[in-house]
């Protein structure tokens, strides 16, 4: 890989690495729900910026519907879940569990879209199974109910992005494809129209909310704008060049150093402990990510 190109995979890493630090910031302040609605909300704004800048139209090819909804399903829901864990996970293991998305893609593409899984593929979905619960049952977190539905909250937006990769091939690829910066600003508006009337319930339902969004510091402020412009907007710009650079499979790599920075920033900055089950839960992860993200090998 060229060196511009570690280098853009290593700043992604961290960039999506550190949204969950930035939610574990956010989320006591500002709720779960506001909080993913702020993220998608400001990381469209980010992008509304980009294109503005390289004078690109905004010409969907009558593909805007479809882009709308893959944002609920690649965006509002995951952002939305993570915020719920980040209440009670700490952000290296959301940032792990967040490994399983391939995982889940070869799940949901062998139960839903009809996709042939190998040997490979299973073994794969095993051992990130098994690191999983490593991870949980072995972990600095005592575990119980509220552990275990964070984990399930992780696992439910790991199953969207994997879902959302084979949506974006059916609706938008399969259909003559289109400019990767305007999948990712129609998907952000899709996540923000979705999320509003939720976080307008919320401010309204829960009491002193707003006058606490009011008080919140601006560190708070800060977490939240960098998590929608950074490690959203920007990192959609860098991961997106990344394709179009190394190709998807070597992009994808990027799945194995977004766990490393999420616990080096919870480390660092929470002071998050790190124990044995970090390692052996990562290992497996890595094991499985190591075996369905491998190139297949050629036919001779």
Not at 144 to 168: E, K, N, Q
Not at 199 to 213: D, F
Not at 260 to 266: C, D, E, I, K, R
Request: aromatic residues 8%; proline residues 5%; glycine residues 12%.
């Amino acid at each position: 890989m060229p060196l511009a190109s570690l280098l853009r995979l290593c700043l992604l890493a961290a960039l999506w690495g550190g949204s969950f630090l930035f939610t574990r910031y956010t989320v006591p302040v500002l709720g779960a729900v506001p909080t993913a609605f702020g993220r998608v909300a400001l990381a469209a704004l980010g992008l509304m910026a980009l294109l503005a800048l390289s004078r690109q139209r905004p010409a969907f090819q009558g593909k805007l519907g479809a882009v709308l909804v893959l944002g609920v399903v690649n965006s509002g829901i995951p952002f939305c879940m993570f915020a719920l864990a980040a209440r009670v996970l700490p952000a290296g293991y959301s940032a792990m569990l967040n490994a399983t998305t391939p995982l889940m893609g070869v799940l949901i593409g062998a139960a839903v879209f009809g996709e042939r899984i190998t040997g490979a593929g299973a073994a794969g979905v095993l051992l990130g199974m098994a690191g999983v619960a490593v991870l949980a049952q072995a972990g600095p977190v005592a575990l119980g109910a509220p552990v275990l539905a964070g984990i399930a909250a992780c696992l439910v937006a790991t199953a969207c992005y994997g879902l959302a990769g084979f949506l974006t091939r059916r609706w938008v690829t399969a259909r003559g494809g289109l400019d990767s910066r305007l999948v990712a600003l129609g998907s952000q508006w899709g996540a923000v129209l979705a999320l509003a009337p939720w976080a307008a319930w919320q401010a309204w339902s829960v009491p002193g909310l707003p006058a606490q969004w009011a008080a919140a510091s601006v560190q708070v402020w800060g977490a939240l704008a960098a998590m929608g412009l950074l490690c959203t907007a920007l990192a959609y710009v860098l991961y997106f060049r990344l394709i179009a650079d190394v190709g998807p499979l070597k992009a994808l790599s990027v799945t194995f150093l977004v766990p490393l920075f999420g616990v080096a920033w919870g480390w660092l900055l929470l002071d998050e402990a790190v124990t044995g089950a970090h390692a052996a839960g990562g290992a497996l992860i890595a094991l499985a990510l190591w075996l369905v993200l491998r190139p297949a090998p050629r036919q001779r």
